[in-house]
């Protein structure tokens, strides 16, 4: 997991407050990350070519991120 924010609203969870929503006994390693892209680039080195990754949360995250996501030809 890696625990991320949308951008610069007030409104959105930071990712210690989304830490504190963690299963007390929580096996999946995971890793906080104040910006989105900086969440997006670790996934990216850390996952194995057969895996894939899943981006979870609120449309302006999905749109935040769009950019890196869409290939540009």
């Known amino acids: 997991l890696y625990l991320t924010t949308f951008g610069n609203n007030p409104r959105a969870a930071t990712p210690?407050?989304?830490?504190?929503?963690?299963?007390?006994?929580?096996?999946t390693p995971y890793s906080l990350h104040e910006k989105a892209l900086d969440a997006w680039k670790d996934a990216l080195e850390q996952a194995q070519p057969d895996e894939g990754i899943l981006i979870t949360g609120s449309v302006f995250l999905a749109g935040e991120m769009r950019e890196h996501l869409v290939l540009k030809e």
């Open 16 to 27: 210690t407050q989304l830490e504190k929503l963690l299963p007390v006994e929580n096996f």
